[in-house]
């Protein structure tokens, strides 16, 4: 399976666009985006654009938009919104959590996780599991790298971490800390990666 996901457009319409393109052109599966896409009020001609290219999109909240303007779009475009939820395809399982542990519409720890596990639970049995936030997890690399870069220290989320611990899916795409976008790391047995809004090209 191949998958474009990316995240954080904050509204920019040219990156949408130049998404959606290569998505098209890379004749992808599915496109997951992870949050942030559009700022409060603004949701114009930023994810209509894959629903034009007829894309399969998965689709979550982050910290910049309400979990309501999510499944607005999600239904408007015909896309899933994750949150608390999953997806099969094939023999892999996608399930997320929108939001965050700040922003409009602030999880707590303890929700982040349950959300995560109720999609969990409809996979589990599925050999390759993909977990879709727009949060980081704490003690990760991007974590690490928001508090010491001199930039706007953002925590990881706990309630992730003890996701992946004891999920264990095979990737975890996130987002949310622009600087680290491109990081990939290892927690445990799970690949860890900031897709930011350059995006990134997964197969599994």
């Not at 395809?89 to 602030?106: M, R, T």
């Amino acid at each position: 399976m191949k998958i474009l996901a990316a995240g954080d457009f904050h509204g920019d319409q040219t990156i949408a666009k130049q998404l959606a393109e290569q998505a098209e052109k890379e004749k992808v599966d599915l496109v997951i985006l992870n949050g942030d896409l559009v700022e409060e009020g603004q949701a114009e001609g930023i994810t209509g654009i894959f629903k034009e290219k007829g894309q399969k999109v998965l689709i979550v909240s982050g910290n910049h938009e309400m979990p309501a303007t999510t499944q607005f779009l999600a239904d408007l475009y015909g896309f899933t919104n994750l949150h608390a939820y999953s997806l099969q395809s094939g023999n892999v399982g996608v399930f997320g959590c929108g939001g965050a542990n700040l922003g409009l519409s602030q999880l707590s720890e303890k929700e982040i996780f349950y959300a995560l596990r109720t999609g969990f639970e409809r996979v589990k049995n599925l050999p390759k599991k993909i977990m879709v936030t727009h949060v980081h997890p704490s003690d990760s690399m991007i974590e690490k790298l928001s508090k010491t870069a001199g930039i706007i220290p953002m925590s990881g989320s706990s309630g992730l971490k003890k996701a992946v611990d004891e999920f264990k899916p095979d990737i975890l795409i996130c987002g949310h800390v622009h600087e680290a976008e491109g990081i990939e790391e290892k927690i445990g047995k799970t690949t860890v990666l900031n897709v930011g809004k350059k995006g990134k090209i997964i197969e599994i």
